[in-house]
């Protein structure tokens, strides 16, 4: 398949951008709020396979975005691993911290297949069901945004418990990353095997840490993954929020795309990295709560400033469970629209 999507991953040409949307599947879509009923709680939800397919279905069909991503959660191999995780309603993700080597010492590398099966087959139904020119995004959390939610428990103001671990003792934080590296790995290539056409690591958090951590801490393990997922052939996708300062080095770890966040221009993210790969984003998910004039005004923007070729148009962060949704359907229109390439 050589959809405009995987054709933009490539820094090929496009009949016109491609876009989809971080969290396109989630609670912005009364649709969805009406599966997640269904299965009851969100952790049920990524692990009925059927259902998770339902969600991931709908924001292709609602919005007619180019691509599909895999309804699931980045936390669901963490789990996996031996840290006990439940998602609290209004409250997010609450997990058991790691905080000590003790801790560290009884979690383990999951075989993929045999304890996160349902995922695998989640990827597979999702397959089936999309129409054919359709590719579908498979994705994992980055390890030191994964290790930020293993230490804290949760989702943090001020990450202290990770960095403090970082400053104190780095050997010992980084066996955790090591750890989390295999398991990346092993579990994106599940995804693979199982038919993920593209895949997508979220480092969310990555942009608490000074450059100099980034370099040292983050961007090897993202490396390591890049080198691992290279022989699969499947464009991967690095995204950060707040990655202003390391665009350099996110483009020297191997990846194939920067998903960028609204903070930078596309055009000064392009000279940063050189071009050496393709660009993802990034509008400022709040302006789909402007009317829709400004809504094309800030899209037009965005593609003004995008590279001629390799640009996947997306929003900077993830949409909001409170945007409109017909600002997304009109983002989806307007970017099809002005997206034209000049035959
Ligand atoms: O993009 C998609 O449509 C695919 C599904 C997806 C979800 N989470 C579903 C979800 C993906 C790719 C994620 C990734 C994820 N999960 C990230 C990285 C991306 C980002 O937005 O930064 C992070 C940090 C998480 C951890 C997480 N999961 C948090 C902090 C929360 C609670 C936040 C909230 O809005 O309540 C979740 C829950 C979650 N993950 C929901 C969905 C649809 C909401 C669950 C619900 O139905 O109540």
Known sequence: MNSRFLKACRQQPVDTTPIWIMRQAGRYLPEYRSTRAKAGDFLTLCKTPDLACEVALQPVERLGVDAAILFSDILVPVEAMGVGLRFTEGEGPRLEPVRSQADLARLHVPDPVAETGFVMDAVRAIRRALPPGI???GFSGAPFTLASYVVEGGTSRNFRHVLGWLYEDPAGLGRLMDLLTETVILYLKAQVEAGAQA???????????????????????????????????????????????????????????????????????????????????????????????????????????????????????????????????ALVEVVHRLGRKEP
């Not at 402007?290 to 148009?313: N, S, T, Y």
């Open 135 to 137: 590719p579908l995004i």
């Open 199 to 329: 895949l997508q690591l979220f480092d969310t958090w990555a942009g608490v840490l000074s450059r100099r951590q980034y370099r040292e801490v983050a961007a090897p393990a993202t490396a390591r993954i890049a080198a691992a997922l290279r022989g699969l052939g499947v464009p991967l996708i690095l995204y950060v929020n707040g990655s202003a300062p390391f665009l350099e080095e996110m483009a020297g770890t191997g990846v194939d795309v920067i998903s960028v966040d609204w903070r930078v221009s596309l055009g000064e993210a392009a000279q940063r990295t050189r071009g050496a790969t393709a660009l993802q984003g990034n509008l400022d998910p709040m302006a789909l709560y402007a009317p829709p004039k400004i809504l094309e005004r800030e899209a037009a923007r965005v593609l003004a400033e995008a590279p001629a070729v390799g640009h996947v148009f997306n929003l900077g962060h993830g949409i909001q469970p409170d945007a409109p949704v017909e600002s997304a359907v």
